[in-house]
Nanobody, 124 residues
Framework: QVQLVESGGGLVQAGGSLRLSCTAS????????MGWFRQAPGKEREFVGG????????YYAESVKGRFTVSRDSAKNTAYLQMNSLKPEDTAVYYC?????????????????WGQGTQVTVSS
């Protein structure tokens, strides 16, 4: 049974930090690119960042570049999203997703598996 289980969301003040985790099971984690997406109320789901299966290259949306870092630990079957210098506009439900390919893409439709989402709220 395929599962992506996210954790680490919560309420934080502007300027603070959070680290989201996404633990995978039921598929070969090392063969999947991992992406992070977010969806704010009334908005479409958008790409935040992602990392290929080699862990050598990470990609980011312009809005988070320099503040967020994506990483993965193959020994733990876990992907991470480190979020620093958080802003109120980062408030959203954050999702991790897995794609059966070595490359990260921005289109959410090209991901095969999804986590349940975790709420991140940044207060001003």
């Amino acid at each position: 049974q395929v599962q992506l289980v996210e954790s680490g969301g919560g309420l934080v003040q502007a300027g603070g930090s959070l680290r989201l985790s996404c633990t995978a099971s039921g598929f070969t984690f090392n063969h999947y690119a991992m992406g992070w997406f977010r969806q704010a109320p009334g908005k479409e789901r958008e790409f935040v960042g992602g990392i290929g299966w080699s862990s050598q290259t990470a990609y980011y949306a312009e809005s988070v570049k320099g503040r967020f870092t994506v990483s993965r630990d193959s020994a733990k079957n876990t992907a991470y999203l480190q979020m620093n210098s958080l802003k109120p506009e980062d408030t959203a439900v954050y999702y991790c997703a897995a794609r059966d390919d070595f490359r990260v893409v921005l289109n959410s439709r090209e991901y095969d598996y999804w986590g349940q989402g975790t709420q991140v709220t940044v207060s001003s």
